[in-house]
């Protein structure tokens, strides 16, 4: 058990529907991370979030994308009018409870487009 | 940004053997971590190493921050070892932001 719950952990959808991926940390934590994995590559960093505040997004992170984390706890990760390259594992994570630094990553939601 | 080198890309061991793991950063490295992404696609923490020499059972750690590099070592591969190894550090400072190398993907064979 890693402390980070993500849901849905698969979604299938058509292109052009909108997605929305959920992520509850178990313990309160100041940062949240947001990374998206493809097939055969290491996470590549979304954003993080320090309480409610984002305070870095990558420019993997189009328009069509939006993170939130309304109370500092849990994480919200919306796709807009998503697209087939939008395919991909999309994990969260957060520092463990000592908050030495190191990441403890969610099982991952996996998003198919069709 | 950091740029995060890992290899061997591939590796296959018979049960039993040993391997060691490295990763090579373009920059300074910070809160360096490495990961084990098991075939469920669950990323585990195995070290988190900014420095020095760490040990857990058959897994042992050293991070040379000073000359950019960090090297897992696995004695006495078994086939749950199979996976994706990751290393991660921070991208700069002044950021919480961790890059993550491509892998190294570990096959052991019974």
């Known amino acids: 058990d890693t402390g980070v719950s993500q849901d849905p952990r698969h979604k299938i959808t058509k292109r052009g529907q909108n997605v929305t991926f959920r992520c509850d940390p178990i313990?309160?934590?100041?940062?949240l991370y947001w990374y998206r994995q493809t097939l055969g590559q290491g996470p590549e960093f979304l954003t993080y979030?320090?309480?409610?505040?984002?305070?870095?997004k990558s420019r993997l992170l189009s328009d069509r994308f939006s993170a939130e984390r309304p109370k500092g706890s849990f994480s919200t990760l919306e796709i807009q009018r998503t697209e087939q390259g939008d395919s991909a594992m999309y994990l969260c994570?957060?520092?463990?409870?000592?908050?030495?630094?190191?990441?403890?990553f969610g099982e991952g939601s996996r998003l198919t487009v069709l | 940004g950091i740029q995060v080198e890992q290899s061997p890309p591939d590796l296959i061991l018979q049960e039993g053997a040993n391997s060691t793991l490295r990763c090579n950063f373009s920059?300074?490295?910070?809160?360096l971590q490495w990961f084990h992404q098991n075939p469920w696609g669950q990323l585990i923490n195995l070290f988190y190493?900014?420095?020095g020499t760490k040990q857990n059972g058959r897994l042992s750690a050293t991070t040379v921050a000073t000359e950019r590099y960090s090297l897992l070592y696995i004695s006495s591969s078994q086939t749950t070892d199979s996976g994706v190894y990751f290393c991660?550090?921070?991208?700069?400072?002044?950021?919480?932001?961790?890059?993550f190398g491509t892998g190294t993907r570990l096959k052991v064979l019974a």
């Open positions: 994570a957060t520092p463990g409870q000592a908050n030495t630094g190191e990441l403890f």
């Open positions: 313990s309160e934590h100041n940062r």
């Open positions: 979030f320090q309480n409610e505040a984002q305070l870095e």
């Open positions: 920059d300074s490295v910070n809160n």
């Open positions: 190493i900014p420095s």
């Open positions: 991660a550090s921070l991208s700069g400072s002044g950021t919480y932001k961790y890059i």
